[in-house]
Every structure is written in C-alpha cells, then in structure tokens.
C-alpha cells in the first residue's frame, strides 16, 4: 500500500484498505486477531487519508469544504484523523459535537444537521460558535432566532431543500423524497427567505440538500443539485445572497465485489462543477461512508460449524450488536477466510451469529471454503456503520476497535468489561414521588 500521504495516480482509482485477504495497512491480520481476540474492528489509516486526498483532487477549483459525517465512524481516533487532514464535521446530536471539538475539529468547520434538534442542543452549538445550522423546519428556525437572540449572537443558517429526487437506494436511507422527514419543499423554503427580517439573529444566507446514502449512479444527484441551481439563481435575483451550498453525501462503495459498481468521484465532482458553475461562495460536502467503509473490517472467527436439515450453519463469535447493516437492511458484505491456504472444498453456509434472534444473520447461502471451529473469518467495508450502530443486546460488550497504520496498529477502543456496560444500572432503593 502507498504511504499515508500519497494520493493515487488515477484520482477515479479505487481506494481498497486491504493489502489482500491476510493483511490490512501492512498488519498481519491473524497476530491482529491473535493478541486483541475477536470480535473486533479494524480501520486502516491510510486508506482513510488516501480517500480524503482523493476528494480533494476531484474538487480541484471549487472553493469547497468536507465535513466528514460523524454518524458514520464516531470513534475519536477516527476524527483526529478526520482533524488532522483539516477535514470538519457534519454533526447531528450534541454528542458528536462533544465528540468532534473533543477530538481537535474547529468549531467553525462543524456544520449540524437532523430534524429534532433540541433547544439544548442548539445551544451549545451556538455557544461554542460551530459554522453553520443546517434548518430543516419553520418551527427550527424560530427556535433558533430565539435562542440566538438570548446569546446575542448572529447564527448562520441554510435551508435543507427536500427536492423530491428518488436517491434509488435503499429505502431506510433514502432522504430525498417528499415523503421522506427530511428537509422542507422550495415553495415552503421561499417564503421562509421572503420573510428573513423576522429572523434578524439568524443569517439565513446558504442551502442544504442530501438526497440518501450508498447511491451509485449520477443522476440523482445531478437531478438534485440542479433544482437546487435554479433556486440559488432565483434567491441571488430576488436579492437574497447564498454564501454557502451544501451538497450533503451519499456517494456509495462497493459491499459486493462484481455487483457494486460505485459512482466515480470524478463524476461526482464533475455533477458539482457543472450544476453550480458560476457560484461565488463555499461549497460543502458531507461525505461519511465513502470515506471510511471499505477502510474497515470486522474480523470474528468461527465457533462452530452446525449443520441443519436444509442447510448448514457457521456460526461465528460476532454478532448483530456488532454489525447491524445484514439484519437492518438485508445488506451484503462480502465475508472471506483470512489464510493463506484457503482451498477446502467450496461450501455453502447460512453466516450466522450467537444472538438469540433469526435476525442475527450475515448472509444466507454463502459459498466459502470449508470452515472449521476457530478459522478466522473477515467481513468487509465495515468502517462506516458498523461500531457506530453497536449495541450490547443480549448483553455482549461492545467489541474493541484497533486503528491501523502502515505496519502499526493501537487500540482505539478496548472491549468494553462487564463493569461498564451495566456503570449506569443500580437496584430500585431510592424511592421518590414526583
């Protein structure tokens, strides 16, 4: 693999984190697994840096700013590292916002998101002077006058435009839509710049749109970002500056190898260029997944190999409160032995884990090379939701996270120990009455 400060010579290159099926950043995955035990996720640094230049070779010439999606990989180490590259936050809880400015993001390059902002929230986001509110209801936008108004302080602000554009992806995370919860229509977002003198705390001066996550193909963002052009046009002549226009995310990897043909980033770059040619100020990106999904994996070995009437199951040591996405979204990941002589006969396995759900499935009908108790198992793209949708369901601990780098590794987050899972639990002995 290239050094950690080397972009690729082909900026529409694929960017894989794996060395090949055995190691990762230049770390023996089987030690790995060997000396920090299994379940656990593993994140390559380098690949994360690669993917971050990258981008910024795509978006040679805009005036843009990336705003790495906290949601996806929240882990602190990896946010340093999101800090260190000079890349900020797209936040949307006040949770990643301590977890952001804790971990070096400056608050001028942390924008926050999400429908249910609280006052609370809004507060301390306006408190320590983060970038930018990304307003996603008239009610929002109220709030914020007032609590900005309290602190005396002018809060910058842009409209999250719903454009109705079908993401074509999975419906849990398609965003884009009208039907989705996401965002306000363009009739409603005008009146709202008709009326921005209500709002005098509230620079009301950029927009927002983010249409759903792991899309592969361009339109929908071309489709998206031109009905956003033709509103910033509209504002700028009605005497309504933009400042900023924030494309949000979205743009998909490959969970499937030779199924998943993901979006060039040059392409995407390019849809940028020629949908807000002529705009004057900032742009801002929201990536999440792409920049760390296929940077992570989830190595879990197996536990037993239990054959059934109809089909055989391998049962492994992770679970669903590991890896969520196969049970939440009937999602693929590509899951392969990690050996060098993996050349048993090929079987077919349902890939299943300990909980006690049917749920609790990696795959059904998978063809690996015959598994025994104890191989090491490697299940891919895990860096973006994975560790970050963990739970400790059926009272697992969460599993640790390791951050790799060129040949080094430490540990990011240990496994979690029984004491700390129930720290906040305590028997019913203090009574009270409201």
């Known amino acids: 693999m290239q050094a950690a400060t080397a972009g ?43 993917r971050i230049d990258t981008l910024r070779q795509a978006l040679a010439g805009l005036d843009a700013g990336i705003c790495f999606a906290v949601k996806a990989n929240p882990n602190l180490a990896i946010l340093q590292l999101m800090a260190e590259a000079g890349v900020g936050a797209d936040i949307v809880s006040a949770g990643e916002l301590q977890r952001s400015l804790h971990a070096g993001v400056p608050p ?22 983060i970038a930018r509110f990304n307003v996603e209801s008239l009610d ?5 006058q007032r609590l900005a108004q309290a602190q005396q302080v002018v809060a910058a602000a842009a409209v999250r435009i719903n454009p109705d554009v079908d993401a074509h992806t999975h419906a849990k995370i398609s965003t884009g839509k009208s039907e989705n919860k996401f965002g306000v229509s363009i009739d409603e977002a005008r009146c709202w710049f008709a009326a921005r003198s209500m709002f005098p705390n509230v620079r009301l001066d950029g927009l927002h749109v983010h249409i759903g996550s792991q899309i592969l193909d361009a339109e929908p963002f071309r489709l998206a970002l031109q009905r956003v052009a033709v509103f910033w046009r509209e504002l700028e002549q009605a005497g309504h500056p933009i400042a900023s226009i924030d494309v949000g995310g979205g743009l998909g990897v490959c969970y499937r190898a030779g199924v998943d043909q993901p979006l060039a980033v040059t392409d995407y770059a390019a849809a940028i260029h020629e949908a807000l040619s002529g705009f ?13 999904a296929e940077a992570g994996v989830l190595l879990t070995r197996v536990i037993r ?19 969520q996405r196969p049970s939440l979204y009937d999602a693929w990941h590509d899951i392969v032995p990690v050996r060098a002589d993996a050349s048993g006969s090929p079987t077919t396995y ?23 108790a104890g191989d090491l198992l490697l299940i891919k793209a895990t860096g973006a939701y994975g560790a970050s949708m963990a739970s400790t369901y ?12 060129r040949g080094r590794y430490a540990v990011v987050r240990r496994r979690q120990h029984f004491d700390e899972m129930i720290a906040g639990e305590q028997p019913a002995r203090h009574w009270q009455t409201p």
């Open 140 to 144: 929002e936008l109220h709030l914020l």
């Open 394 to 405: 059926n009272s697992r601990p969460l599993a640790a996270e390791v951050l790799l780098d």
């Open 350 to 372: 349902d890939i299943v884990g300990p909980v006690c759900e049917t749920g609790d499935t990696f795959a059904r009908g998978r063809v690996l090379p015959e598994c025994v």
């Open 305 to 323: 190999v239990k054959p059934g009437v109809e089909r055989c199951f391998l049962v492994l040591d992770a679970a669903m409160n590991d890896l």
């Open 108 to 129: 001028g390059r942390i924008v926050f998101s999400g429908v249910g902002k609280s006052a609370d929230e809004i507060t301390g986001a306006l408190s320590v002077g």
């Open 8 to 50: 690729p010579a082909d900026p529409d290159a694929s960017t894989h984190a794996l060395d090949d099926d055995a190691t990762l950043d230049g770390v023996d995955l089987e030690q790995l697994a060997h000396r920090i035990a299994t379940p656990l996720h593993a994140y390559s640094a380098s690949a994360i840096r690669q």
């Open 280 to 292: 004057k100020g900032r742009i801002l990106l929201e990536p999440g997944r792409w920049l760390v």
